[in-house]
C-alpha cells in the first residue's frame, strides 16, 4: 500500500510542478526574453510584390464582398489567389468572375482542410512573389493595411509579421470579450 501511495503522491506532485512551469514559468520566461529585444524593427515605405492567399471553403456568403475588399487596397505590386477548399456551393464560380491580371482562382478538388489547400496553392504562385499574406474569406482590411504589414519587412531580422485582428459583429458570440 505505501508504493502506491508513494507512486500517487508523486504524479500529484509532478502535475503541480508540471501546472506552475505552464502557468508560471513559461510566461515569466517569455516576458524576459521579449524584453531583449528591441521592441520595434527599422520600417519604411517600401512595396515588395505580396501574393495574398484567401482560403475559403463553401464561403458563397462572403466571397464577393471579400474581393471587393481587395480590389480597394492601396498597394501597387499585389497578386490575390482565392483558393477555395474543395467547396460544394458557388465559392469557385463567384471567385472565378474576379479572375484576370493580377487574381488567381485554384480549387482544390475535395476538401483538404485549410492548412493544406493553402500548401497546395503555394505551388501555382504567380512568379516573383517577395511576401505571402495570408487571409481568410471573412475578412475585412482597410487600404492601407497591406502597406502597414509589408513596412517591416525592410529590416532583415523580420521574418512574419501579424495585424492585430478585430471582429465587428456585435450581435454574435464570437466577438464577446475578444482582444
Same mark, same amino acid.
Given at each position: 500500500?505505501?508504493?502506491?501511495?508513494?507512486?500517487?503522491?508523486?504524479?500529484?506532485?509532478?502535475?503541480?510542478?508540471?501546472?506552475?512551469?505552464?502557468?508560471?514559468?513559461?510566461?515569466?520566461?517569455?516576458?524576459?526574453?521579449?524584453?531583449?529585444?528591441?521592441?520595434?524593427?527599422?520600417?519604411?515605405?517600401?512595396?515588395?510584390?505580396?501574393?495574398?492567399?484567401?482560403?475559403?471553403?463553401?464561403?458563397?456568403?462572403?466571397?464577393?464582398?471579400?474581393?471587393?475588399?481587395?480590389?480597394?487596397?492601396?498597394?501597387?505590386?499585389?497578386?490575390?489567389?482565392?483558393?477555395?477548399?474543395?467547396?460544394?456551393?458557388?465559392?469557385?464560380?463567384?471567385?472565378?468572375?474576379?479572375?484576370?491580371?493580377?487574381?488567381?482562382?485554384?480549387?482544390?478538388?475535395?476538401?483538404?482542410?485549410?492548412?493544406?489547400?493553402?500548401? @497546395? #496553392? /503555394? &505551388? *501555382? $504562385?504567380?512568379?516573383?512573389?517577395?511576401?505571402?499574406?495570408?487571409?481568410?474569406?471573412?475578412? !475585412?482590411?482597410?487600404?492601407?493595411?497591406?502597406?502597414?504589414?509589408?513596412?517591416?519587412?525592410?529590416?532583415?531580422?523580420? @521574418? #512574419? /509579421? &501579424? *495585424? $492585430?485582428?478585430?471582429?465587428?459583429?456585435?450581435?454574435?458570440?464570437?466577438?464577446?470579450?475578444? !482582444?
Amino acid at each position: 500500500m505505501m508504493v502506491v501511495d508513494i507512486i500517487l503522491w508523486l504524479i500529484f506532485a509532478f502535475s503541480g510542478i508540471a501546472l506552475l512551469v505552464a502557468f508560471v514559468g513559461y510566461p515569466l520566461v517569455s516576458h524576459a526574453l521579449a524584453r531583449r529585444r528591441p521592441a520595434q524593427p527599422t520600417v519604411s515605405s517600401i512595396t515588395p510584390r505580396v501574393t495574398l492567399l484567401v482560403a475559403a471553403r463553401n464561403e458563397e456568403a462572403s466571397i464577393a464582398a471579400r474581393l471587393d475588399n481587395l480590389c480597394e487596397l492601396d498597394y501597387p505590386n499585389l497578386d490575390i489567389v482565392i483558393v477555395s477548399d474543395g467547396s460544394h456551393d458557388d465559392t469557385a464560380q463567384i471567385a472565378a468572375r474576379y479572375a484576370g491580371p493580377g487574381v488567381k482562382v485554384v480549387q482544390a478538388s475535395e476538401p483538404v482542410g485549410k492548412t493544406a489547400a493553402l500548401n @497546395g #496553392a /503555394v &505551388s *501555382e $504562385l504567380p512568379e516573383g512573389a517577395e511576401i505571402l499574406a495570408f487571409s481568410d474569406a471573412t475578412a !475585412r482590411w482597410a487600404p492601407d493595411t497591406l502597406r502597414n504589414l509589408v513596412r517591416p519587412f525592410d529590416d532583415p531580422s523580420v @521574418g #512574419a /509579421v &501579424s *495585424e $492585430l485582428v478585430r471582429y465587428e459583429y456585435p450581435d454574435r458570440p464570437i466577438s464577446n470579450g475578444f !482582444r
